[in-house]
């Protein structure tokens, strides 16, 4: 069974930080790539960042140099580690695995970036 669970969002003020992680099944973990998206308010999913089963990252324009993504594999987590954070970057943050039969999304989690 496939399980994504998202933890780690709150408020934070402009220019602050905030760690997401990503918890995976362990079958999930081993065999897939991860992937972060973000739902701002009103607007459609986008594409945060992604890492694969050997840890090629992969990041959208928008949050290069500011975020980074990593993985634990004894924990079967995956993080997002956000910094610098703008209004913009206020979003609902879901993490993603694509098969071939399917994609499966976490519930997600809220980061609101305000002052």
């Known amino acids: 069974q496939v399980q994504l669970v998202e933890s780690g969002g709150g408020l934070v003020q402009p220019g602050g930080s905030l760690r997401l992680s990503c918890a995976a099944s362990?079958?999930?973990?081993?065999?897939?790539?991860i992937t972060w998206y973000r739902q701002p308010p009103g607007k459609q999913r986008e594409l945060v960042a992604s890492?694969?089963?050997?840890?090629?990252?992969n990041y959208a324009d928008s949050v290069k140099g500011r975020f980074t993504i990593s993985r634990d594999n004894a924990k079967n987590t995956v993080y997002l580690q956000m910094n610098s954070l703008k209004p913009e970057d206020t979003a609902i943050y879901l993490c993603?695995?694509?098969?071939?039969?399917?994609?499966?999304w976490g519930k997600g989690t809220l980061v609101t970036v305000s002052s």
């Open positions: 993603n695995v694509h098969t071939v039969a399917r994609d499966y």
């Open positions: 362990a079958f999930v973990f081993r065999e897939y790539a």
């Open positions: 890492i694969s089963r050997g840890g090629t990252t």
